[in-house]
């Protein structure tokens, strides 16, 4: 697949060919979906946590006696039942993680990036590159080719300039061509991606 190269001014400055195997497979909506809820339910902490009626204080002593009253017969003023009482099949604390195989997991990325690629949502850029920590800088950049909402922004390495002058706009993301992950690429409104950190994605994926 060719993809036209701008620079952060917006402005074509080249063409590049990419991997179809990379960016032009057809997009497994199955694979894609398995890896989002993988990783959302990853991301939970599963610290919830409710008392049950033995966690409790109080209601040690059976609150009237078993026949007579009139009532109806109770053990603990700290049953379910009751106001203040421990809560029923309640949550406790658990952890939600588990894991997809690698395969499953290729096949996800490469779908989302694909899929990015087919709807005009990839922009590929020649370098990324910030002389100072300046947002408004990554800001320009981003009005310049359309991104200005959700964007996720992709590097060949880590880039310290780049990732903390993005990090206080709304709805952009910075991460690695090797950190890709298939969550984040769907979520994005606008893929942008530098051509080395494309030639990087395809040594991982390819």
Not at 104 to 125: E, Q, T, Y
Request: aromatic content about 4%; overall charge positive; charged content about 25%.
């Amino acid at each position: 697949m060719k993809f036209d190269v701008l620079d952060m001014n917006g402005k074509k400055v080249s063409e590049v060919e990419l991997s179809d195997a990379v960016f032009g497979i057809t997009p497994n909506e199955k694979a894609v979906h398995a890896a989002v809820v993988n990783f959302l339910a990853n991301q939970r902490q599963g610290t919830q946590s409710t008392k049950t009626r033995a966690e409790v204080s109080g209601g040690g002593r059976k609150p009237w006696r078993q026949k007579g009253t009139g009532h109806a017969r109770q053990g603990s003023i700290r049953a379910p039942q009751w106001t203040h009482g421990g809560v029923a099949l309640g949550p406790k604390p658990r952890d939600y993680s588990y894991r997809l195989n690698k395969k499953l997991k290729r096949l996800a990325v490469l779908s989302a990036l694909s899929a990015k690629a087919a709807s005009g949502d990839m922009i590929v850029i020649d370098q990324l590159a910030c002389a100072e920590y300046k947002t408004k800088t990554i800001v320009n950049m981003l009005a310049a080719l359309g991104a200005e909402k959700k964007a996720l922004i992709v590097t060949p390495a880590v880039d310290a300039k780049i990732v903390k002058s993005a990090s206080n706009i709304p709805g952009v993301k910075t991460t690695t061509a090797t950190s890709v992950n298939t969550y984040d690429v769907v979520n994005a409104n606008k893929f942008v991606i530098s051509v080395d950190a494309a030639k990087k994605l395809e040594e991982v994926l390819g």
